[in-house]
Each structure stands twice: as structure tokens, then as C-alpha cells.
């Protein structure tokens, strides 16, 4: 038995699955389809920041292109921690391709001149 | 004394927005006047992903967001001025500032006022104990962490489940830091659900509500704080201590409209701490105009960009001496609703308006009810309204036709 909110509209049901999948507590069916796909492969998108080298005291922001896996966020923050740019950037530069081999790549989401 | 025919002061995005708007509609003389060394507004520290899907019908970060309203002022020519403080308005819209030391005044037509909103501080909400470093805002934190790569704290404790508060908890824990709890003195979180799932949840963050710090204890720095338990009265509750070590404590206990340049111009405000306004976004002055997080705070920057539009679409319309006058229809908050944006309609205006209201406590099954005096002119049904999201509420040029007096907006259970 699992029991979360449902994200998708402000009534935030709160949803239960049982070990066999039945999903109760949703007012509509939208909350069912979202429980399931918590319980099977729940995926966030990571928003953070990387240093700019040639910029004092200077971040800039990144995303991954798709969701990850939420298991694997913690992983994926350790390689992105790892990397850094030069400024100029540009929104969309991307800093690593298919990150963890997730299919995602880190991108850019600020301009810095 | 220059004169200009638009002052947009405040290049965030509802000021942005109102320039594009007023352009469009083909007013040429505008300058936008903004503090900081770019245009951008609060968003630019905000780097989590949610904004748009209004706007753009995608989902972009704070920083995609406003660069595409910032190409459009590019593109647009309309001129700005970067670290250009305003530091007076007057009535006649004499406007001084400062800009690279030296002080600057001219004269505009019409202004905007998009000057956005300032957190309350630990000052503001009286917290007792030690005055000892480690106790920051959550706006102060978030631009540490997402512009400057700085690390707040280690140890953190977050007072106030607002939005704001619950981002800066996943965003701290993301980056190494151990978020304890958040606290919320409310007996519910005045952060959107799917902000305490995403935020709190998936990192099995605590959320503790009717709970607030009674006390914070350190020498230089932040050791530790307690939490108690509060009643009804938000009175602390002897015997619910809880002693928490932690040396940084993160603020997000309130946001409030920054209007002090309407101070000089006796500008009337409302219960949203900003100012009257009417469906032009006009204030009770000739000639200014409020929008965004100066007029009402919002949570979603997609409403503060329409919000702004309309205010540069009343500015155009003033400074082309087409506007209606006369504020005749008054909008009332009714049963369980705290506010409503605008306060006055005007009923001439010939144009679909959008209310913006907010509840006052969570609650199911709702009929949110408009009348015009006893005559009801249209009820929509809501199965859930939580005072966090802000209701929109569009009166077509019909149903404005129906309005004879003034309007309540009330709700009722189903
Ligand atoms: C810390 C914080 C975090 C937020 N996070 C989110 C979020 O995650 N998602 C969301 O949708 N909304 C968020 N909001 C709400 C957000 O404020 C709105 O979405 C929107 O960006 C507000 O736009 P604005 O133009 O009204 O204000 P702002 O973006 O604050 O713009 C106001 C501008 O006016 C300038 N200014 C102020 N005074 C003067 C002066 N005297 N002279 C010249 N310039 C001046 C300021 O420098 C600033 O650039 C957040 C708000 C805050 C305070
Ligand atoms: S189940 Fe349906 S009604 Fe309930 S929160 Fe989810 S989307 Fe909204």
C-alpha cells in the first residue's frame, strides 16, 4: 500500500494503491493514471546550477531536457556538480549530453554575457 | 524637465509586460526604470521549472521565462535604464531617481508601478531568542544559492510552508544540506499540493503545521532553535517544545506589496497592502497604474504577465484620453473570500475583465457565486479551492452588461 497527493489539480486527493494496483481516493480519472505512473516509474525534471569558471562568485542555472528517474536524482546531482561553463552562455547550450545514459541532457537556462 | 509619456518603474515581469502592452498599442515615448543591473525581476533566481504553461503552454524556468519578454523589449526598441533607483514619485508624475551616482528627474504622462513585492523578516514576525547569524529569508537564500553558488547553511530549518519555502527546501537538500523540517504556524500549508509533494515528500522532508519557533538560541551563529505547538489563538502551547539543532533557520513568512513610492502621492490601498485599483489596473491617482507583485502578490508569474498587459493596455488608453472615468461598480468579498482584484469596475469599459480573487481557508465542493446586488449573475462550481491558488474569474462583456450594482463575490457550499 502506497499513499501520496495527487499533483494534478488543487483538490490534491489523496491517493492509496494497493500491492495489486487498484488506485482509490481520486475524484477523477486523471488521479489514477497518475498514481500508476508514481508507483511505476515516478521521474522528475532536476533544475540546479553549475560554477562559471571565468566569473567571480557566479553560478549559472541548468536543467535536465526530460524527467529522471527519481531514484536517480542524487547520481545525476553528483555529475552535475562536477561540471562548469565559461561565460558567455546561452539558454539551451548543452553542457552534457544523455546524462547517466537517462536519455537527458544538461542544458543551459540562463544568459550570461 | 524631460518629459516622457510612459514611466514603467520596475523592469520585472509585470513591468515588462505593461511596456509591450502600451507599445503595441502604439504608444511610442516609454522608459522602463529598473534598480538592478538587468531587467528580469525576481525570476531570475528562480531556476526551478513550472513557469509558462499559461503563457507559452510549456514549461520553462524562471530564467527562460523572462529572457523571452526581455527579447521582446529588445526587439521592440523600447528604451531602458538598468540601475536607475526610483526614489520619488509626486502627484503631477515628477519622478527622481538615481542612476551611477547622479540624480536624475523628468516628467511622465502616465506611469506604471511594477516595483514587486519584499519578504517579511524575522524583525516583522517578532521571532524571540538570540539575534545570532544563520537566520535569512527565503528570497535571500535563494539568490545566495542560485546566483552566487553560496551555501546557506548545513543544518536547516524552514519556518513557513509558503512556495517560496518549500522550493528553497528541495533546492538546499539537492545541493547537500539537511533540511530538518519545515514549520508552518497555520493548521495548513500555504504552498501549493503539488509544491509539498515534489519539494517535501519525495525527500521525505517533515511538514509540521500549527507549529511554530519559539525560540532561537546561538552565540554568533545559529545553534538551535524550538519548536511548539500553537493553539487557535496562535498562542505557543507549554510542554510541545521540541529542540532542533541547526545553524541556519530560512524565513518564508510572508510577502508583501512594496509600495512606498505611493506613499507620497496619498495613493488609497486596500486589504492586499497595495494599491485601489480599478478593471485599468488605474489607481485612485490620475494616471498611475499598478501591476504584479506591488499591486497583489501572486504565485504564478503567467497572471502577473496579463496582469501587466492590462495596466499598459489602460496606459495606452489614458494617454490617448480614451479611458472611462468613472469607477461605478464596486467588487465586494464576500463570504470566505479575502480579496478581489480590481476594487472598482468600470462599467462602460466595453471590454471582458478577469477578477482575481483568494479564499480564505481550504475547503471541497464550493459554488463561487457573482451577484450584482440580489441578482445573481453567474455561479461556477469549484470541487476544491485552497487560499495558495488564485482564482480567475473572466466577465464577458455580457454579463458585465447584466451589472447594475455593486458586485459580490461570495462562496457557498454545494
Ligand atoms: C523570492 C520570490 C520567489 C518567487 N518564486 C516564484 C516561483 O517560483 N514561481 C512563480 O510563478 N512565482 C514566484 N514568485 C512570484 C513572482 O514574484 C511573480 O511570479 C513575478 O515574477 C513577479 O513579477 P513582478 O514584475 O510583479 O515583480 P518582480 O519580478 O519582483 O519585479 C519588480 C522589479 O522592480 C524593480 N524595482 C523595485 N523597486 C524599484 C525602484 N524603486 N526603482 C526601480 N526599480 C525598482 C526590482 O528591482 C524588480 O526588478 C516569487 C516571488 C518572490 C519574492
Ligand atoms: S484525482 Fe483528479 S480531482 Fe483529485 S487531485 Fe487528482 S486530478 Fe484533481
Known amino acids: 500500500m502506497k499513499e501520496f497527493t495527487c499533483i494534478i489539480c488543487p483538490r490534491g486527493c489523496s491517493l492509496k494503491v494497493d500491492d495489486n494496483g487498484n488506485v482509490t481516493g481520486n475524484f477523477c480519472p486523471r488521479g489514477k493514471e497518475y498514481a500508476i505512473n508514481e508507483i511505476t516509474n515516478p521521474k522528475r525534471t532536476i533544475t540546479t546550477t553549475i560554477r562559471v569558471k571565468n566569473r567571480k562568485d557566479t553560478v549559472v542555472s541548468v536543467k535536465t531536457t526530460c524527467a529522471v528517474p527519481k531514484g536517480m536524482i542524487f547520481e545525476v546531482m553528483k555529475v552535475i556538480n562536477t561540471l562548469s561553463v565559461n561565460a558567455p552562455t546561452r539558454i539551451g547550450d548543452v553542457v552534457l549530453e544523455n546524462i547517466l545514459d537517462t536519455g537527458a541532457n544538461i542544458v543551459i537556462t540562463k544568459n550570461i554575457d | ?414
Open chain 2, 1 to 414: 524637465m524631460r518629459t516622457v509619456d510612459l514611466v514603467v518603474i520596475g523592469g520585472g515581469s509585470a513591468g515588462m509586460a505593461a511596456a509591450l502592452q502600451a507599445r503595441k498599442e502604439g504608444i511610442h515615448d516609454i522608459l522602463i526604470l529598473e534598480k538592478e543591473d538587468s531587467l528580469g525581476g525576481i525570476l531570475t533566481q528562480c531556476i526551478h521549472n513550472g513557469f509558462g504553461l499559461t503563457e507559452f503552454k510549456e514549461e520553462l524556468t524562471g530564467p527562460e521565462y523572462l529572457q523571452r519578454f526581455v527579447d521582446q523589449v529588445i526587439t521592440e526598441k523600447i528604451p531602458y535604464e538598468c540601475g536607475a533607483q526610483v526614489l520619488d514619485l509626486s502627484k503631477d508624475k515628477v519622478i527622481s531617481y538615481s542612476k551611477d551616482g547622479k540624480f536624475e528627474t523628468l516628467k511622465a504622462k502616465a506611469v506604471v508601478m511594477a516595483t514587486g513585492c519584499y519578504e517579511r523578516s524575522a524583525g516583522a514576525i517578532q521571532t524571540p531568542g538570540d539575534r545570532c547569524s544563520g537566520i535569512i529569508t527565503a528570497g535571500a537564500a535563494q539568490k545566495y544559492c542560485n546566483i552566487k553558488g553560496y551555501m546557506v547553511g548545513k543544518r536547516v530549518v524552514i519556518l513557513g510552508s509558503g512556495d517560496i519555502g518549500l522550493i528553497m527546501a528541495r533546492r538546499l537538500n539537492l545541493e547537500g544540506a539537511k533540511v530538518i523540517c519545515v514549520s508552518e504556524i497555520m493548521p495548513y500549508s500555504a504552498g501549493l499540493n503539488r509544491n509539498i509533494q515534489q519539494c517535501l515528500k519525495d525527500y521525505d522532508i517533515p511538514l509540521y503545521l500549527s507549529r511554530s519557533v519559539s525560540r532561537t538560541i546561538g552565540k554568533d551563529r545559529l545553534e538551535k532553535v524550538i519548536l511548539s505547538a500553537v493553539d487557535e489563538k496562535m498562542n505557543f502551547i507549554p510542554g510541545t517544545e521540541m529542540e532542533i539543532e541547526c545553524d541556519t533557520l530560512v524565513l518564508s513568512v510572508g510577502l508583501i506589496p512594496y509600495i512606498s513610492l505611493l506613499n507620497n502621492v496619498d495613493c488609497p490601498t486596500s486589504s492586499t497592502k497595495g494599491a485601489v485599483v480599478n478593471n485599468y489596473m488605474e489607481t485612485m491617482i490620475d494616471g498611475i497604474f499598478s501591476c504584479g507583485n506591488c499591486l497583489h502578490v501572486h504565485d504564478v508569474v503567467d497572471f502577473v504577465t496579463d496582469e501587466g498587459r492590462t495596466a499598459g493596455h489602460g496606459a495606452a488608453l489614458y494617454l490617448q484620453k480614451r479611458i472611462h472615468k468613472e469607477n461605478d461598480i464596486k467588487t465586494i468579498a464576500g463570504n470566505g473570500v479575502s480579496y478581489i482584484v480590481p476594487q472598482f469596475i468600470n462599467k462602460n469599459a466595453d471590454e471582458n475583465i478577469t477578477l482575481k480573487l483568494r479564499v480564505r481557508k481550504p475547503l471541497k465542493d464550493q459554488w463561487v457565486m457573482i451577484k450584482s446586488g440580489d441578482n445573481l449573475i453567474q455561479k461556477i462550481y469549484k470541487s476544491a479551492v485552497i487560499p495558495s491558488e488564485m482564482l480567475l474569474i473572466n466577465l464577458s462583456k455580457d454579463k458585465l452588461a447584466q451589472i447594475t450594482d455593486n458586485l459580490t463575490i461570495q462562496l457557498e457550499d454545494k
